[in-house]
């Protein structure tokens, strides 16, 4: 049993009324839902509609302006300012240090989170994503594809119970796409894995479906 | 997992030793800085050289080429996270506040690394009278925390901003005024034998000012 196994009960994400603005138009409708682990949530919706917002929002990157998202850990609510803690986050904004190597990226990562082992768990986590032999290359010689694997990896390091995963698998060739699926179908076991995309091959592998059903392109709030 | 103390100082040295690392891999600011104080020193000691008996050209001088020549390092301590789009991955590690103090001693670590190259090359160029030792050293250290502490948290709040280079300079050059005066009359008054104690609590009181300032703005950055 893995250490996210232990919590996987225990794991739950709830919206209330949770909603975006930016300056001017409006990043997310008013959205309610309640997750709990385990399992695979795909968030579809058009362009524009609010997915990446939505992940960006549960993960504590960003503020809503109306409504409220919560996470609970073992009973306990952990606070958005807290929650990087219990997450794994991969989007296409993420991006790393070119002047220091995939590994050097996540050992770093895995230090700045209170890692003891942080070489081991950066090299188990590009190991499992297939980078395990560009670990000493610099990012900034990374194809995109192999950045996008960068990024599951990140995800991914410190096995945490709730994946938020913004199109997981663009940039990847067949071989990814099904690492992809792998990895999905691995953590769903242990916790809870949301994945905004509109890839029918990636919302296939969720058993729910949150979708955004806004004009998109970010209308006019 | 909830973060805690012994969380916090691990994500603050995780980042000093982040930007270390990416100092020494890419040279941004240190060649630079470098650059600029020993030119200046040169070209100023070509043109006028050596000023044993003027304590205010002396100490106005040292604290000038410093602030110039690191200022261009410091002020881009969060903008390289922002325009390298690599903010998000920091603020998935760590707390703003972690960011930030990993930020500020890295900050202070390249003072000090530029002062011991600028320093001793000034003292050899410039002449001057017989440095005190403990005045000198304790004007220097305090007015490079008053400098490191104020571009760090301007540099934080402004980083987001469109207009971040003309933004940085207008909010900073009145906050750097009070460190840049108490700094050269502090380092005169050690040169010409005088106490340096005013100058001295000024320059620390600043600082602590500033740094508290900062620790509670600090967790209410870039809230979107």
Same mark, same amino acid.
């Given at each position: ?221 | ?15 000093? @030793? ?113 440095? @005190? ?28 901003? @469109? ?62």
């Amino acid at each position: 049993m893995s250490a996210a196994a232990v919590v996987v009960d225990a794991l739950a994400v709830e919206a209330l009324g949770l909603e975006h603005l930016y300056t001017g138009r409006r990043g997310l409708p008013a959205l309610s839902f309640a997750l709990q682990a385990p399992g695979v949530v795909a968030v579809t919706g058009p362009n524009g509609s609010g997915k990446s917002t939505l992940l960006r929002l549960l993960a504590g990157l960003l503020q809503p302006t109306a409504g409220r998202s919560l996470v609970t850990l073992a009973g306990r609510e952990v606070p958005p300012a807290e929650r990087r803690a219990v997450l794994g986050f991969a989007s296409p904004e993420l991006a790393f240090y070119e002047e220091l190597s995939c590994l050097e990226n996540l050992a770093f990562a895995a230090e700045a989170r209170g890692a003891r082992d942080r070489a081991a768990r950066a090299s188990a986590a590009l190991e499992r994503v297939g980078l395990g032999a560009r670990a000493r290359d610099r990012v900034a010689a990374l194809s995109s594809g192999m950045t996008q694997r960068l990024r599951l990896a990140f995800a991914l390091l410190l096995r945490p119970p709730l994946l938020l995963l913004d199109e997981p698998g663009s940039h990847l060739d067949e071989e990814g796409r099904t690492l992809v699926e792998r990895i999905v179908d691995e953590e769903a076991r242990a916790g809870l894995v949301v994945i905004a995309t509109n890839e029918s091959r990636e919302w296939g592998l969720a058993a729910q479906r949150i979708e955004l059903r806004g004009r998109g392109l970010g209308h006019p709030a | 997992m909830p973060p805690n103390g012994s969380n916090s100082a691990a994500a603050v040295w995780a980042i000093l @030793r982040k930007e270390c690392r990416s100092e020494w891999r890419t040279r941004y600011g240190l060649n630079a800085a470098l650059l600029f104080a020993v030119a200046t020193l040169t070209g100023v000691s070509f043109a006028v050289g050596r000023l044993p008996d003027r304590t205010d050209l002396l100490a106005a001088l040292l604290w000038v080429v410093l602030l110039f020549a690191a200022l261009a390092s410091l002020a881009h301590a969060f903008v390289r996270e922002v325009e390298g789009h690599t903010l998000t991955l920091l603020r998935l590690v760590a707390s703003p506040t972690a960011i930030a103090l990993g930020k500020l001693l890295f900050n202070l670590l390249f003072l000090a690394v530029l002062e011991v190259v600028t320093v001793p090359l000034f003292l050899v160029l410039m002449g001057g009278p017989p440095v @005190r030792w403990g005045p000198f050293l304790l004007i220097l250290g305090l007015g490079s925390l008053a400098l490191a502490s104020t571009t760090t948290l301007v540099g934080a709040v402004v980083s987001q901003t @469109r207009g971040r280079g003309a933004l940085f300079a207008a909010v900073s050059l009145p906050l750097l005024m009070v460190v840049l005066a108490a700094g050269v009359s502090g380092l005169r008054a050690q040169w010409d034998g005088n106490p340096v104690t005013t100058e001295a609590r000024l320059l620390a009181a600043y600082a602590a000012v500033v740094l508290g300032a900062s620790v509670l703005l600090y967790d209410h950055l870039w809230e979107d």
